[in-house]
């Protein structure tokens, strides 16, 4: 069983950044596809990025230039790097995980999911 841990939510102003870390507990696939999807009070979840085992990564239109997606896999660790922060960037950000070759994009069904980390932007 994957387990995913989401952590480095926060409350920063508005143009502030912040990272967000998603440590998964086995990260030895041949092939993959991770993302960070987000969900806003009274909103659907959305998402904001993928990458593959790859390395290549796609945006979420509203995210773009902004947030940067990486991942360290030998320390287990997908990142997400945002920057320039706005109110509306303000949700719970999951990251997940599904295995195997395959198209990676948002769309995708992901099999492993974390609990979430909130972000709050202030105006």
């Known amino acids: 069983q994957v387990h995913l841990v989401e952590s480095g939510g926060g409350s920063v102003q508005s143009g502030g950044s912040l990272r967000l870390s998603c440590a998964v507990s086995?990260?030895?696939?041949?092939?993959?596809?991770m993302g960070w999807f987000r969900q806003a009070p009274g909103k659907e979840r959305e998402g904001v990025a993928v990458?593959?085992?790859?390395?290549?990564?796609n945006y979420a239109d509203s995210v773009k230039g902004r947030f940067t997606i990486s991942q360290d896999i030998a320390k287990n660790t997908l990142y997400l790097q945002m920057n320039s922060l706005n109110p509306e960037d303000t949700a719970m950000y999951f990251c997940?995980?599904?295995?195997?070759?395959?198209?990676?994009?948002?769309?995708?069904?992901?099999?492993?999911w974390g609990q979430g980390t909130q972000v709050t932007v202030s105006s």
């Open positions: 997940a995980l599904d295995r195997g070759k395959g198209l990676c994009d948002m769309r995708r069904h992901f099999e492993f």
């Open positions: 990458i593959n085992s790859d390395d290549s990564a």
């Open positions: 086995d990260y030895t696939f041949s092939a993959f596809c």
